[in-house]
């Protein structure tokens, strides 16, 4: 076979591309456990000293701690928001009747190719006009809806036989009943797709937080960073420290859920 | 399926409430055109399911689309009573300041390098994941990890790694003889240390799409051609390249309509300057909304993001059919 002379090389420039590609990482990870006085000594990639102060001090000079729960409840609601509504409204997409059904889905989609900037002003307005600037309801609820998560549930509902609904549904379940029993367990594999993309997106988000708070008790993660290294922005360790906080529950995440945000990307290029 | 309709019907029944066959005509016209739709329980059913989100789209992404057209031709603080129609002087405004030409350009330029930058060497790094023996998840992982960090948690690494003095890239130019640039402060090498961290940022997404693409060919294709006696970078480019093309496209489409609407990473990285050589649009309609109070001007800045994303998206169903992908029930 001609290709197995070539194997040394490939990885060869793979792994380049790779230590490319994992430096700046690695870089976080080694300046977050430098002494201070030793940040600016290069170039140490692999971490030889771990000064773990870093880390305390940078959750002392701000309320990281109080960041990650916001975050933390910021995310889950929205998790957990997307993957329930997605499944029900996909699934009645699906498989309901109803007048109007072709039309609303049609509007779900069209709202897919609306830029979030579009709509920015005018949903912080209204989100002004609720009373819900500086709250945890403000952080959520307007982002409770994935119309791609719609889209991808009614194309897995309309996949799945629906022989075992019919089965529920003769034994005397209601529609409803058959959705929460029947069809949604059965979707779980499609459900943790949508889960992953919505922690995601949540966990990492900027703009939203950025213009719904103003109160610091109410920053997230993300935002919390942002400020810091506007104020702290000569402190390499405290930095460093804190962007690998801030980024580490996304990396678990990944490597949890990897399967199923590779095949959510190869069934829409999830957006 | 009878007996589907029959049970359908009666859980209806037994399950009572429901508005009363009693009443003025309309009520009787409301409650039997109900009874025709709701066999199966399906109206009731589809109200609960689809309503919440329909709700909320409708509050927090229709509406605000109605509203953000009428914002597009006021004047408006945000707070005053006072919102006179200028109709479309905003865009005008922006336009002739010098600042929305600016951003459109910008926009443009970060937007096409990091687009093809991205897909080009995703497709090189995907073809060579591709012919590995062993490690290749592995690979997958690492270079997908940047798609999935935080935006601005590596922003404030690249920063750092971009100071002029101590950052690790000039150190490491240094060591080959070259006095590395201010990247961050410079008109010349902002942007394209922006579209560099861009690049870094998106490359892995590319490499899983293309990767898939790729398992998707049939390996006899392959042979096939060895056995023509086809070299390696003939196969490449005659059968591969050809059978990548739809791929290519949507990932450079899906890449530009991502681009066009950059934010957390110039924000963190150099807040549009200097001199607004990064000031990407969707920095100018931050600064409008929340720094300037010009909501006017912001909302007609998110129409020009729309107007881009639009054109591309035409591009796309051009390309791909209307419809053909995703619209259609």
Known sequence: ?271 | MAELTETGQRTLRSSGGGPSSDGPPLAQGLFSWYRRNNRLGDLSAAAVLVGPALLILGVFTVWPIVYSGYLALVEWDGLSADRPFVWFDNFARLWDSGELPTSIKVTLLYTVAVAVGSVAIGLAVALMIDRVTRGRTWYRAVYFLPAVTATVAVSVVWRLLLDPGSGYVNVALREVGIQGPNWLRSTTWALPAVIGVGIWKHLGFNVVVFLAGLQAIPKDVFEASAVDGAGEWKTIRSILLPLLAPITLLLLIMGVINGFLVFDQVFILTEGGPLGTTDVLGLLLYRHAFRFFDLGGAAAVGWVMFGLVASITLVQWRVYGAGARGVGS
């Open chain 1, 1 to 271: 076979m001609r290709v197995a002379y070539r194997q040394p090389t490939l990885h060869l420039l793979l792994l380049v591309g790779a230590f490319l590609i994992l430096l700046p990482l690695l870089w976080m990870l080694t300046t977050s456990l430098k002494s201070p006085g030793d940040v600016h000594i290069p170039p140490y990639l692999i971490p030889v000293t771990f000064d773990w102060s870093n880390y305390s001090r940078a959750f002392a000079a701000d309320d990281f701690p109080r960041f990650y729960v916001n975050s933390a409840v910021m995310t889950g609601g929205i998790v957990a928001g997307q993957v329930l509504l997605s499944s029900a409204a996909g699934y009645a997409f699906a498989r309901l009747r109803f007048p109007g059904r072709g039309l609303l889905f049609g509007l779900v989609l069209a709202t897919m190719m609306m830029p979030v900037y579009v709509t920015l002003v005018p949903s912080y307005l209204i989100v002004r006009t609720l009373g819900w600037l500086d709250s945890y309801t403000g952080l959520i609820v307007p982002r409770l809806v994935s119309p791609f998560g719609i889209f991808l549930m009614r194309q897995y509902y309309l996949s799945l036989s629906s022989d075992f609904e019919e089965a529920a549904m003769i034994d005397g379940a209601s529609r409803l009943r058959v959705w929460w029993s029947v069809a949604l367990p059965m979707s779980v594999p499609a459900l943790a797709t949508i889960g992953i993309f919505a922690f995601l997106f949540s966990w990492n988000d900027l703009l939203w937080p950025l213009i719904i708070t103003t109160d610091p008790d109410l920053r997230t993660v993300q935002l919390g960073l942002a400020m810091f290294s506007g104020r702290y922005g000569t402190q390499w360790t405290l930095l460093a420290a804190g962007s690998l906080v801030a980024t580490l529950p996304a990396i678990i995440a990944y490597l949890v859920g990897q399967r199923w945000l590779v095949r959510g990307i190869a069934l829409g290029a999830g957006r």
